[in-house]
């Protein structure tokens, strides 16, 4: 038979569920890598200074976390354009499904609803941080980020960032193994709600854990108040000054 | 008005009507479909139990074949049945099931190896050939020598029905849903099409057809406690009834099954009595060995019935808000038990009583199940009364049933018997007959009269509430045409429906829309029903014996001496207020089994003498015979293959020749 | 028998029915769309069947809903119940506040009160995803030989998806359909799943990719699972439709 047929559809569900499966593995890793501080701050130096590539090429090249920070824009960029085919595209539709939702009382409907929200929420926040992340690859670090949350008022846009990004994530894998079959296959009631329960305990664990180091930030950002601008020195380096 | 043209009209979208419109449609005839639901949910999806078919493939049905399959038929309908016609039935239905395996139905498959089973309380285990593996498999059922209910899991009848109406809108067949036929377009004793109603808009339009075809299920409703759906009222076989050409037959014969749940009238199955459930009255009593000290809970289906009517007319019933009732007790099988060989049960009763039958009781009543009578047809399909007028399903009584039907030979009938007379509609249509010469004058006639009978209905200044009639005629069939009948009461009923269907000339409507208008429909249906009731009633009136479905507690006696006829209903002039019977003979000396004892149930019954002259006859005729095999025999004694359609002649293959 | 209850005591239930009908607005005076209130007292064993058809001949004879079976085997009975989709027949009402909503199926053409039409939904989506076996064999089978052979799991399995009875309550709950009419919704995703698990129909998965893989059909499904949870036949809907969703997206043409 040769019949043409129209993959498109196919791909670019994939692609939206392979985009999407790919900003939840970063969201997730960057999640480590960003709570280092409560290490401490020689920790979380050491990560910046890993993703400017310094202990392999034995200097620092922030412009390889300009390179990470684009390709994942583009991810975002590109997630965002097709995941919005799936938004209520007319106020009629809209309505209707928030009078659906409203009168469902049925917890998959609203979480889906919670990712639209959420997701485009995350349009801008996400965009905002990258951005940042982008332009000023070299603005990174204890104190030049502590400087920023606190300082700086970035505080309010990360917790915003933070709660949304781990509540779509977090829904979003869910949904991915439901969606693909994964979790599906076995099709037992019993397997769907262990899942829903392991994507609020991961969605909780990430929240604290990204809580706990906004705060640190925070609070270094606090006592480093009166020092704008200044770098912070590895504890090695202050050792040998002193 | 609009008027739609069409070859052929089948009223009723259930298998027996859809089967006949695929039949009629491939031979190339417009068709067209009416129903007054979407057509897969017709009735026809309730059937749970089976589909009776001499397969042979399952170990329990090893040895079946036609004439088995043809004996338990004829004895089930205690004689009453069309011996002819019970022939070509039971010759045809291995081949309907076949060809909706290749349509596409799910049926339950033979398993190789060993398997457990219970009888009588007792585990057993059977062990399947490796030959049958794979193949239909089979069930037991009351009344049959050989397990040959073929099955789908739960849901024979639904699954039967979604590929019969998969196939129907894979061949391009419109079925025109929300449509209801209210009266027969005819004249000169030739139908050419129908009236009809549109259930949403409340619009009148007409078909007009060169064939029509009634399929539209039985009529149960005329009862008050029915297992069957809410739609079947039998209109189908009402309007035939109104033509005053068309004869209904055999409206008597109604079964009854013993466990409906009350007051719904939803079906358990009796496996719940199989397993040792018990059947208790208001004081917590286990009546039935008083009435049947050796069988008790376990006699026949008619006989229990009959015992627990006669309980609760003795005030023992339980009294509820809906009426009376009995229990039915299956604490004492254990949760176990019941989770695991009763889980149908089970989920009705949580569904619709609420209740755990593993710690309560259910309430249950007898309640009307199956319409033998129907629309008197030939064995091609066709009204005795009407030419171009057809009817197949439970509507009609193309009559294998006779007086009781045996489960599951009656979906197996809807589309046997629309293999067939989808077929004999084409030939009709095809042959000098099939063409129609009709005014669009008496088109309109018709349909003026329906808006004129509606319009009164809406305009007239009346006292009566068609719910109310409606209640009281269900009533008056369940208490006095029920399970148990005698003259007096039976009199009492003719004279209740006669009054009621005067008074139903007189209907006030309460809400006066004229689109769909629930109260106006019961309103119009009501005086239909009331004429079926009638013929029922009077039937039952007349008959004076007992005969399979049909009992009367004052001739408690089968007399085929004077009962071997098959009653006939005409309601001759639309002004009458009871219809005209007349009976037609069956021939003894045409049969192939004459009447005898049915194997089981009572075995006093009046004997015909012919009855003795005809088994001497047949032994006879096969004592000639030595070598000749069984097809020989029964072609020697009863041919019927020459009836059939010639595609449906030949002999059906089987796993092993017996 | 000390648990066969005598006297009963009832509840006074509050049923609203959002009412309209649209084929008035032809004829009478139509009030548009409305809640109305009826008082019903309940019963044992008292199902919204039985209350319905008591307002009906009691109180408002005008009132439209369908019931054919009321045994839960037709789905004809489908409606919203207090905010859910269910089936009517078979919903007690202790099972039930004191006061019952009951509104008509979204998504289908209204008829009138409860009444909608699911059937022509239900017969386009069949028309349209061609759900009948195709078999080009089928028009010389020969029905006097043994029928061909079935592996008994399989047909077991088939009939778990055959079970679907058209209620229309997969639509309902879907918030893909209240948003995109187009969309086949899961109980037309499920009868393409029946059909490809049935080696009586020879289409391949390039055939089904034409009638489901675009965004009415496999890849429209957002993954919301309200049909997986309100079908009131309980079909592993989920399950079959990640199932298509790979099947389509590995389909090459
Ligand atoms: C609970 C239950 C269980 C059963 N189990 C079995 C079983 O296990 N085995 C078995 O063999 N039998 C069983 N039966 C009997 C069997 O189901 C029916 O006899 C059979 O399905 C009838 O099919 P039909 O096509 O004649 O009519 P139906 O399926 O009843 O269809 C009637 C059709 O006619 C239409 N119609 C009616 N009036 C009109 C009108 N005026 N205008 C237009 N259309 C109209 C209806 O819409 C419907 O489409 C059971 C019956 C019940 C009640
Ligand atoms: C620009 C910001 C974003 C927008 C507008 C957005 C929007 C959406 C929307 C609307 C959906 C639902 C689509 C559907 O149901 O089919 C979705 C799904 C998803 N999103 Fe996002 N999202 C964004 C960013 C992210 C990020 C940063 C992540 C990673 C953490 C992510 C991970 C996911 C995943 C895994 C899914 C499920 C994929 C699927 O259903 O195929 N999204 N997104
Ligand atoms: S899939 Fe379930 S909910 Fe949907 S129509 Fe079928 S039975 Fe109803
Ligand atoms: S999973 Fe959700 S979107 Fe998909 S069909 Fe079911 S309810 Fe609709
Ligand atoms: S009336 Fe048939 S499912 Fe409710």
Redesign the interface.
Known sequence: ?N?????W??R???LQSLSGLALVVFVWCHMFFESSILLGKDAMLWVTKMFEGEHFFGEPYPLLVSAIAGIIFLLVALHAILAL??F?SSYR?YH??H???N????S??TL??LQVITGFLLFFLASTHLYTVLVQPDNIGPYASSDRIWSGRFWIMYALLLLSAHLHAGAGAY?LA????PA????SKAA?HKLKTAMWCIIGFFLILGAASLATYMKLGYDHRDHIGERYMPSSHQVQQE | MQIIYTDVLVIGGGLAGQRAAIGAKRRGHDTIVLSL???????S??AQGGMQAS?ANCLGGAGDNEDIHFQDTVRGSDWGADQEVVRMFTHAAP?????L????V??????RGDHEITVDGEKQTISENEAA?????GRNFGGTQKWRACY??D?TG??ML??M???A??EGIP?H??MEAVALIHDEGRCSGAIVRNL???EILAYVAKATCIATGGFGRIYRASTN???NEGMGAAIALETGRATLSNMEAVQFHPTGIF??G??VTEGCRGDGGLL?D???HRFMPDYEPKKKELASRDVVSRRMEQHIAAGQG?K???GEHL?LDIRLLGREHIDRNLREVKE?CQ?????DPAK??I?VRPAQHYSMGGVRTNPNGESQGLRGLFAVGEAACWDIHGFNRLGGNSVAETVVAGMIVGESIADFCDSADGSINVSTALVEKFARKQTQQLANFTLASGTENA?DLTRQMQETMTSKVGIFRHGDQLQEAVNTLQNLLLRSRNIN???????????LVAAYRLPRMLKLAQCVALGALQRTESRGAHYRDDYPQRNDLEWMQRTLAVWSEAKDELPTLSYEPLSIMRMELPPGWRGYGAKDYIEHPESALRRQEIDRIIATMPDADRHAHQAALMPFLDKLPPHLR??????SKF | ?N??PLA?EHRMLQIQILRH?P??L???SDKGSHLQTFEVEE???M?L??ALNEI??EQ?????F???????????CGM?IN??PGLAC?T?T??LPDVIVLAPL?GFEL??DL?V????W??GM??HL????H?QE?EE?N??????????RL??Q??EL??C??CGCCIA?C?TT???EEFVGAAGLNQIAR?RL?P??KR?D?DY??LI???A?V?G??????CE??CPKNL?L??Q???L??R??M???
């Open positions: 038979m019949r043409k047929l129209n993959l559809p196919a670019l569900d994939l085919r799936k209520p539709q209707r499904f009078l659906h939702m009168g469902l009382h049925h998959d409907t889906w609803y949904r439901m969606k693909w079959g599906s296959l076995t099709g769907r | 639901v979407p057509a897969k949910r017709s009735h999806a309730a397969l081949k309907a099931i076949r060809e395996a290749a349509w596409g799910p049926w339950s498959r033979v398993e593996h794979g193949l239909i498999t789908v899991s849901g639904h699954a979604y590929t109406s998969n196939r809108i894979a079925v849903e929300r949403m808009t409340g759906a809410i739609i007051p719904s939803i079906l208790l208001a004081n917590g339980v509820s808000r809906f229990w009705i569904y619709f009583l609420g209740i309560e009781l309430p719910f409507l309460r809400s006066a829309t004229r689109g769909p208008n629930p109260e030949p002999l059906n293959q089987r796993l | 028998m648990n066969i009963e009908n084929s008035a032809l004829c009478d019963a044992l064993g199902t069947f039985i009906r001949e408002d004879p005008s009132l439209q369908d019931f054919v079976c009321r045994a839960g085997i037709c789905g004809s919203i905010g859910r078979r007690l202790k099972d979204p008829i009138g009444s039409n699911t059937g022509k239900m017969r069949s028309e061609e759900t009948w076996v078999n089928l089978i029905i006097d030989v043994i029928e061909e052979r079935m592996e008994p047909a077991e088939i009939y055959e079970r009875i058209e709950a918030g209240q948003m995109r059909f049935d009586r129909d391949s390039a990719y034409e893989g675009n965004d059909g890849f499904c957002m993954t919301l699972l309200g949870d309100m592993p989920a399950t439709i990640a199932f969703r790979r389509m997206a389909t090459t043409g």
